[in-house]
């Protein structure tokens, strides 16, 4: 497993990380979530010995990463933010360097190149130069290196940027199997991504950890931030917004700022509320008994800035107990 216990990392006047501590175990995926800038690159190259720490202390499948930096890097996979490549090599030919340089028994080299090459989407890639490959190939190529000497720890800094969906899919998809058996560390700043692939979240923002959570957990947490959207029928508004603003729990309602919901025949409305309860059944309700025509009604999601102030705004009290 991973464990990183009160590691600070100062880059001259830039604190990059303050006191961040937490474990990942086998069998568990967990997701490090927050804006540019936040720390994860700096934490993920910390915890795979490529950086020192100004203190703290990492742990990599029972290995210090400072004193038996050795035998913590054989058992992890790293995929780093960008993957340097060697331009004059074959994708195969470098997976077959990388997995000598890990020490990959010969006997078995040949079989988890190919088995990495087919689960990383690199069949038709296999004999292309590595310098002429389009970023999300490279990407898979960088993923394909993590995973060739079949390390029981894998840390993965972004990996689905620069894939289109398809394979941000297949992606997400190969991380949840690695998972289940492994130890798994990713970055993201997407928290839908997040949600999607991990079972916790971690979320730091200016080198702390704000918040760490599951998904669910963390939905419960901004649930009363968000606001509802509901797209009603012309004439029908001013009436509405007057009975939504009724509603228990509901703070105000206004027109929503998107473009495409003001005049014309229907009208976006954004219902802001501070309820833990699903408003979103109560308007329906409304909706069929007085009448009104709806084309919309959903929980508008959250970006990445809201739940900050979610969490450490308005919900400071909460959120503070498990941060
Ligand atoms: N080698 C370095 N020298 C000086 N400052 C650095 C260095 N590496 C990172 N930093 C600074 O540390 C902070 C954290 O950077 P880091 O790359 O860890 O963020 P990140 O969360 O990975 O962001 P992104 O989402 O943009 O990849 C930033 O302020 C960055 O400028
Ligand atoms: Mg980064």
């Known amino acids: 497993m991973i464990e990183a216990i ?3 990392k100062r ?10 501590s937490f474990g990942v175990a086998q069998g568990e995926v967990a997701a490090f979530l927050g804006p540019n800038g936040a720390g994860k690159t700096t934490c993920m190259r910390i915890l795979t010995g490529f950086l020192p720490a100004s203190a703290g202390r990492a742990v990599v499948a029972g290995f210090d990463v400072a004193a038996q930096s050795r035998a913590a890097r054989a058992a992890l996979g790293y995929l780093p933010e960008s ?12 997976l077959d360097f990388r997995a000598r340089i890990k020490r990959v028994a010969v006997r078995q080299r040949r079989r988890r190149i190919a088995t990495v090459v087919e689960r990383c989407g690199l069949e038709t890639m296999k004999a292309r130069l590595v310098g002429r490959l389009s970023k999300g190939y490279r990407q898979r190529v960088g993923l394909a290196d993590a995973l060739v000497a079949d390390p029981p720890v ?6 689905t940027v620069g894939l289109d969906p398809n394979q941000t899919v297949e992606v997400r998809r ?30 730091i923002h200016h080198g702390r950890i704000l918040i760490e959570d599951t998904p669910a957990g963390l939905q419960r947490r901004v649930h009363a931030h968000r606001p509802i959207r509901v797209e009603i029928a012309g004439a029908a508004a001013p009436a509405c917004r007057a009975a939504l ?9 206004a027109a929503a700022d998107d473009a495409g919901s003001h005049g014309g025949e229907w009208h976006g409305l954004a219902v802001h509320h501070d309820t833990e309860t699903d408003l979103r059944e109560a308007i329906f309700a409304l909706a069929r008994e007085r009448g009104w025509r709806l084309r919309e009604l959903h929980r508008e999601d959250l ?7 979610a969490v450490t705004g308005a919900d400071a009290g909460k959120g503070g107990a498990d941060a």
């Open 11 to 20: 880059f001259g006047p830039v604190q990059a990380l303050r006191d961040v």
């Open 154 to 159: 894998l840390i993965f800094d972004e990996p």
């Open 303 to 309: 970006s990445l800035e809201q739940i900050f102030r």
């Open 83 to 94: 993957v340097p490549l060697p331009g004059d090599m074959r994708v195969r030919e470098y």
């Open 174 to 203: 190969l991380i949840a199997e690695l998972g289940a058996e492994r130890t798994v560390l990713l970055s993201t700043h997407i928290l839908s991504e997040a949600e999607a692939i991990s079972g916790r979240i971690i979320i």
């Open 6 to 8: 009160s590691l600070h």
């Open 245 to 253: 603003a009724e509603l228990t729990g509901v703070r105000r309602v």
